[in-house]
C-alpha cells in the first residue's frame, strides 16, 4: 500500500484556526442561544468599499464580452499590477518583475516551502502565525513534535515576549538558511524598528540566511518612522523575500490576493538567482490568481482604491483601541494594538487554552489561545481588531461584567 | 549560503508553456506584422455567458454589503459547491464532503504532491500534461532527466499511441504508488472506455496503487458509453483521486476553480484516510478558491448554468470538428477531437519543435509541440480547439494554402 508521508504524521494537532472553528460550534451546540462575537481569526468582515468594487465588477463584466475576456494570464500576474505594487507600495524600492502576484501570502509561503525543499535549516519567531511552522513540518524539514516543549525539533524557536520588546535575541541564535520574521506581527501586534530590522539583516548578511518577511499587515502601520517593508533597510535585497497580501488592508480575505517579492540579488550557494526557481515554482505547481481579483486589486491601488483602504484600515484600528481599552480597565497587561490590528493580551501563570474557554464560557467572544501559535505564547491570548463596532462596544459591555 | 533545492536543479527544460510564448514573442520580434492565430495552450476564448456571469456579479455586489460580505470561508469550499459538484456532476457517485474546491487542477497536483511527499513512486502516461511530471520533479520523487531518452529516472513512463489506441500496456508496468492517468487526454485527445478503466482500476487493486485521475475535461465527453468519472467503475472509490476544473466547460480558465474528490475509504498502508491529510494540507497551505469564483461555480451547477457550459462545449467541439477536417484533407493521420477539445497531429518521420517551427512560420498558427508532453509525443503536434470561429476558418483557410 502507500506509505502515508512521515512529515505529516508528525502534525499531531489540527490547523489551529479550524480547530478553534471546531470548539466554538461544540459551544453552539451545548448553548444554541448564544450570540457569539468572534475576536478570535483574523477575518475582516466590512464591505468591500465602492472603488475596488467597481474594480471587481468590472473584470466580471469584461469577461461576458469578445474583447473583454480573458483566460489564462501570466502565472507571475497582470504586469500593470506587478508594476503598481512596485510603484505605490514599495515606492519603487522594488521592480514589478520582482513581484510575483498570487491567490495569497498563506499559499505563496507554503510554496517558498515547496522551492526550498526539505535539506534547508529555519528559525521562526515563538510565538508566531502557524504556517511557518506547520507547512515546513509538512515539507520534511523539521524533526519530531516534543510534547513538553511544545516544540517541533530542528527549528530555532525565536523567543518573542515582553522581556525582549518581542524582538529575538539574535546573538544567541544559531545560523539557519531561512529566517521567518512577520512584522507587524502576527499575533503579538508588535514592530519592530529600523533599528531592529537592520540587525536582522546585518544578523542574515553575516550568516548568509534568507528572511522570508511577512509584511501582510504593513498597511495598519501608523508611526511614520517604522518600516514597512524590509526593502526600507540597506542590504536587504541580498538576503530577503517579502511576502504580502490584500487580504487585511482592503478586505480581500475571500477574494484571494497576494504577492511575493524576490530581488534580482537574492541567490542560492551555486549562483543561481532565486527568482529563477520562484518562477519555475510558481509557473509549474501554480496557475495565476484570479484575474477578477486582480482587477479588484488595481483598483486598490489607484488613488481612490487607496484612500479606501486607509478608511477601513482605521475603521479597525479603532476597533483595536476600543478592545484595548476595555482590557486596560480590566487590568489586563496587553500588547500590540497601536500599528497592527492585534491586542496581544497577558494573563500570567495561566494557561491560553483555559482563558480562551473562560472567555468564550463566561463573554460568549471567541480569542485565540497564544499557546496555538507556539509555547511562547503560553498564557496569552489574542484579541483580533476585525468586526463590526457593534460588536465591539457589546465585546466592551461583556468584558466589562466579566 | 543557501543550497539551492536539487530537485529544482533537476528541471532542466523551462515550463513547455511559457517556452511556446518565449518562441511566439521571438518570432512576432521578427515578424510584427504576422496575425498569429494560437491553437497551441488550450485557453478558453469564448465570452463566459450570462447566467454564470450573473453568478459571479451577484457574489461581488454581496461583497458590497454588511449582509453578504464574506471574508475567509472554508478552506475546502462553500459547502452548497461541495454539494452540487457531487449531486450534479457526480450523480450522488461522490459526497459533498469529499470534495474540496480550489483554484484549479494544476494548483491541486501541486499540492496533492506535496502531500504524498518524496518517498513515493510514480507511473505517468507519455504524452502527458506536463505538471504530472515536473511537479513531481520539484517534490523529490525522481531521479536526473536523462537527455537520450528524454525521461527522468525512477518515473514509470506509459507509453500511450496509436498502436496500443492510447492505453497503456498494463502488464508491463512495474507496481508504483501513484499512477497519473487523464482522460479526456491532455494531449491526445483520447477517452478511456468503461472496459479500460476497468483494468486501470483492477490494476490499481492489485498492486495497492493510488490512481490519481485528472478529469479536467470529462464534459467534452460525448458519447454516452464512455465514463466521465473514474468513480463510475466499480471499486474505484478504493484507490483513486479525482482532480477536475471549471476551467474548460465554462471558460474559468483566468477566474481560477476545480475541485478533487478524495473518497472516505481511501486509506494509506497505516490505515490513515488519505481524506484526514489532504485536508490537513489544504486547511494548512491553502485559503480556500476565491469566494467570487466559488459563487460563479454554482451558478455554472444551475439548470440554466449547465445549459451554458452544454452550449459552450458544443461551441469548441464545432472548432474540433473545423480543424480536423482540414488537417484530414491535407492527408495528415489525425486523433482525438471527437469527445476531448483536443487534436493529435500525427508527422511520422519529423520532430514535433521542426513541425511547430514550420506550422508557425508558414500559417502563423501557434500549435504545441507533441514532444513537449514526453518522449512518446514526438512526430506529433497538439492543436487545441479554444479559439474563435473565425480564427478557426482562418486556420483552415491557411492549413490549404500550406
Known amino acids: 500500500m502507500v506509505k502515508r508521508n512521515k512529515n505529516l504524521a508528525r502534525l499531531v494537532a489540527g490547523y489551529l484556526f479550524p480547530e478553534i472553528n471546531r470548539r466554538k460550534k461544540e459551544f453552539l451546540k451545548k448553548n444554541p442561544d448564544a450570540k457569539i462575537i468572534s475576536l478570535g481569526i483574523g477575518n475582516t468582515t466590512e464591505p468591500i468599499s465602492s472603488y475596488i468594487l467597481n474594480?471587481?465588477?468590472?473584470?466580471?463584466?469584461?469577461?461576458?464580452?469578445?474583447?473583454?475576456?480573458?483566460?489564462?494570464?501570466?502565472?507571475q500576474g497582470i504586469t500593470e499590477l506587478r508594476e503598481k505594487i512596485a510603484e505605490k507600495l514599495y515606492k519603487g524600492l522594488v521592480k514589478g518583475d520582482e513581484v510575483f502576484v498570487s491567490d495569497g501570502a498563506k499559499c505563496d509561503i507554503g510554496r517558498l516551502q515547496t522551492m526550498f525543499g526539505n535539506e534547508v535549516t529555519i528559525a521562526v519567531q515563538d510565538p508566531s502565525y502557524p504556517v511557518y511552522v506547520d507547512g515546513s513540518v509538512i515539507s520534511g524539514v523539521t524533526g519530531d513534535f516534543d510534547e513538553a516543549r511544545g516544540q517541533f525539533a530542528d527549528i530555532a524557536y525565536m523567543r518573542?515576549?515582553?522581556?525582549?520588546?518581542?524582538?529575538p535575541d539574535l546573538k544567541a541564535l544559531p545560523r539557519t538558511d531561512l529566517i521567518y520574521f512577520c512584522s507587524p506581527n502576527n499575533p503579538t501586534g508588535a514592530v519592530a524598528t529600523?533599528?531592529?530590522l537592520k540587525e536582522l539583516v546585518e544578523f542574515a548578511r553575516k550568516n548568509h540566511s534568507i528572511i522570508i518577511f511577512d509584511s501582510a499587515y504593513s498597511e495598519y502601520i501608523a508611526d511614520p518612522s517604522l518600516p514597512k517593508s524590509i526593502y526600507e533597510i540597506e542590504g536587504a535585497r541580498e538576503v530577503a523575500i517579502e511576502v504580502s497580501s490584500f487580504s487585511k488592508p482592503v478586505g480581500f480575505t475571500g477574494v484571494r490576493l497576494g504577492w511575493t517579492v524576490v530581488p534580482d540579488q537574492l541567490k542560492?550557494?551555486?549562483?543561481?538567482?532565486?527568482?529563477?526557481?520562484?518562477?519555475?515554482?510558481?509557473t509549474t505547481i501554480f496557475n495565476g490568481a484570479s484575474n477578477i481579483s486582480q482587477y479588484g486589486g488595481m483598483a486598490a491601488l489607484e488613488e481612490e482604491g487607496l484612500a479606501e483602504m486607509r478608511d477601513k484600515i482605521s475603521f479597525y484600528m479603532e476597533n483595536a483601541r476600543i478592545i484595548k481599552e476595555a482590557l486596560k480597565n480590566k487590568g489586563v497587561k496587553i500588547y500590540g494594538g497601536d500599528n497592527a490590528p492585534y491586542v496581544?493580551?497577558?494573563?500570567?501563570?495561566?494557561?491560553?487554552?483555559?482563558?480562551?474557554?473562560?472567555?468564550?464560557?463566561?463573554?460568549?467572544?471567541?480569542?485565540?489561545?497564544?499557546?496555538?501559535?507556539?509555547?511562547?505564547g503560553e498564557g496569552f491570548v489574542r484579541f483580533s481588531a476585525f468586526g463590526h463596532r457593534e460588536d465591539f462596544v457589546e465585546a466592551v459591555r461583556r468584558l466589562e461584567a466579566w
Chains 1, 2 share one sequence.
Open 55 to 75: 474594480g471587481l465588477h468590472g473584470k466580471v463584466a469584461r469577461l461576458g464580452t469578445i474583447e473583454g475576456y480573458s483566460g489564462y494570464g501570466d502565472e
Open 160 to 167: 518573542c515576549c515582553p522581556e525582549n520588546n518581542f524582538f
Open 194 to 196: 529600523r533599528e531592529q
Open 268 to 282: 542560492f550557494d551555486d549562483g543561481t538567482p532565486v527568482r529563477n526557481d520562484w518562477n519555475r515554482v510558481m
Open 344 to 376: 496581544w493580551a497577558q494573563f500570567p501563570g495561566r494557561k491560553s487554552w483555559d482563558v480562551f474557554t473562560e472567555i468564550l464560557e463566561k463573554c460568549q467572544i471567541v480569542t485565540t489561545p497564544g499557546s496555538g501559535f507556539g509555547p511562547a
